[in-house]
Nanobody, 121 residues
Framework: QVHVVESGGGLVQPGGSLRVSCTAS????????TAWYRQAPGKQRELVAAVTPGDATKYTDSVKGRFTISRDNAKNTVYLQMNSLKAEDTAVYYCNVDLRETRGGPLNDYWGQGTQVTVSS
């Protein structure tokens, strides 16, 4: 009964900015790590950015300096701020949340449905 929902996708011109959000709801004891992935047509899903349990961040080389991942633990929400967007950033963006639903329970992965980001003039 954990639901993960992304929002904020849309059409943006090259060089523009967009922020996508992901919120987890339901039975959540604690969230450990969160990440954003993306998948373009005909390509494999790739990791874009992640936040570790210690709040360290990681980015794939192609987005370093342009994208920023952050989270609001009180709201169970993770954000991806995307600046200086390029056509090659066009993809469906998915968030992944690694969490524990109950005290002493296992860690589980949950995926959102994805939000489309299209960068085009």
């Amino acid at each position: 009964q954990v639901h993960v929902v992304e929002s904020g996708g849309g059409l943006v011109q090259p060089g523009g900015s967009l922020r996508v959000s992901c919120t987890a709801s339901g039975s959540i004891f604690i969230i450990y790590s969160t990440a954003w992935y993306r998948q373009a047509p005909g390509k494999q899903r790739e990791l874009v950015a992640a936040v570790t349990p210690g709040d360290a961040t990681k980015y794939t080389d192609s987005v370093k300096g342009r994208f920023t991942i952050s989270r609001d633990n009180a709201k169970n929400t993770v954000y991806l701020q995307m600046n200086s967007l390029k056509a090659e950033d066009t993809a469906v963006y998915y968030c992944n949340v690694d969490l524990r639903e109950t005290r002493g329970g296992p860690l589980n992965d949950y995926w959102g449905q994805g939000t489309q980001v299209t960068v085009s003039s």
